[in-house]
């Protein structure tokens, strides 16, 4: 594949469960970032690692805990969510970190998840 | 992928007109700046970048505008085609040493009425 990948697509979970989302980029950046897009709100940062290392977190609650294994992966785990968190959880990358400027980021698809 | 039930300003136009979606942005410290377009069941997708260098961009069919002086973005497209209908982000780059990070718009739809 190619690009930013994300699974799933699709997630339906209760509010006492536990999920991870899961991306993966195939671009040989060194950034990745979780966005949250929610249907009333723009696009929002949510995390930001940069070669491996967690460098920005946007206030975020600590139901939303983000792992980077390596400079391809990155996971978003999930866990007492409530059903505000209902949203696009969009992951995506960048060659540079967050002192590169001009930094493009690639998106994927998204994960649409939605909490009962 | 798309913002369902956001009140996004919807911009309609027909096929084979030209559009034009404009984008205010907040920090005259931004110094770099992305088109984005998202169809639906699908992430944002670049469509053109400018520097603040620059004032004006030509892609494929769409040209970005950038006026400093009013903080204000515009992309341009030619000839609408119906493939063309998404919403479309603006997002700048806050600039600076150190952190940087894009902060995006809240979009504008585009419908393209054949």
């Known amino acids: 594949e190619t690009g930013v990948t994300q699974t799933p697509r699709h997630l339906v979970m209760g509010m006492t469960n536990k999920k991870s989302l899961k991306c993966e980029q195939h671009l040989g950046h060194n950034a990745m970032y979780w966005y949250k897009q929610s249907a009333k709100k723009p696009l929002e940062l949510m995390f930001v690692?940069?070669?491996?290392?967690?460098?920005e977190n946007n206030s975020v609650p600590s139901r939303f805990s983000p792992e980077c294994p390596n400079s391809s992966h990155l996971f978003l785990h999930l866990h007492t969510l409530q059903p505000e968190d209902s949203a696009l959880y969009l992951c995506?990358?960048?060659?540079?970190?967050?002192?590169?400027?001009?930094?493009?980021?690639?998106f994927g698809p998204g994960t649409r998840l939605t909490v009962l | 992928g798309e913002s369902v039930g956001l009140h996004l300003p919807t911009l309609s136009v027909q096929e084979g007109d030209n559009s034009i979606i404009n984008c205010a942005y907040s920090n005259s410290a931004s110094d770099y700046f992305i088109w984005y377009k998202q169809e639906s069941g699908k992430g944002p997708q670049f469509i053109i970048d400018?520097?603040?260098?620059?004032d004006k961009r030509q892609g494929q069919r769409v040209t970005v505008l950038l006026n400093k002086t009013v903080k204000h973005l515009s992309l341009q497209i030619a000839a609408t085609q119906p493939g063309d209908s998404a919403v479309y982000f603006c997002?700048?780059?806050?600039?600076?040493?150190?952190?940087?990070?894009?902060?995006f718009g809240s979009g504008t739809r585009l419908q393209v009425q054949p």
């Open positions: 690692y940069s070669l491996e290392e967690r460098v």
């Open positions: 995506a990358s960048s060659q540079g970190g967050l002192a590169s400027a001009y930094n493009e980021q690639f």
């Open positions: 400018i520097r603040s260098n620059m």
């Open positions: 997002a700048e780059d806050r600039g600076g040493t150190g952190r940087r990070a894009l902060t």
